[in-house]
């Protein structure tokens, strides 16, 4: 039987208008102290997000977002925040904030293979559902 690692994860989300609480889900990031892993994967629908503000800062969102998976790798390309420990990265990325970009509370999980639970993460909660192929 394999071995199971715990592993948090978090719904990166984007809040146009912070005052109104309303969201997109835009990614995820997985976490495993064990492991030393720490990953996130992003996709934006930005048609969502303009559905909520039709005046959000795309630009800035972007970059935002794009910054999320730079401190996950940590290393130069993320700065100071590259420097620091895989937890204290990913404890920095989720910590709560009032902005257009946030994250869900940490859920934890259990499985053999925490590396590879960033898609099947980012279909249930992020990915827009498919309709059913016969019928739809």
């Known amino acids: ?3 199971l690692s715990t592993y948090d994860y978090a719904i990166v989300r984007v809040v146009p ?16 102290a064990a492991q030393g892993l720490l990953q996130a994967a992003i ?7 303009l559905a909520l503000d039709p005046g959000a800062d795309l630009p800035g969102i972007r970059a935002a977002l794009a910054a999320i ?7 130069e390309a993320a700065g100071a925040l590259g420097r620091l ?8 990325l989720v910590a709560p904030r009032s902005s257009a970009i946030q994250t869900s509370a940490v859920h934890t999980g259990r499985c ?5 639970m960033l898609d099947p993460l980012m279909r249930k909660m992020v990915r ?7 019928g739809a």
């Open 128 to 134: 827009s559902p498919k309709p059913d192929q016969p």
């Open 85 to 92: 420990s895989t937890r204290e990265r990913f404890h920095w």
């Open 69 to 75: 998976p730079l401190i996950c790798a940590g290393g």
């Open 43 to 49: 996709e934006l629908d930005e048609a969502r997000v």
């Open 17 to 32: 208008r912070v005052e109104r609480g309303e969201f997109v889900n835009a990614g995820v990031i997985v976490s495993c």
């Open 112 to 116: 053999a293979a925490p590396a590879l």
């Open 1 to 3: 039987m394999p071995t």
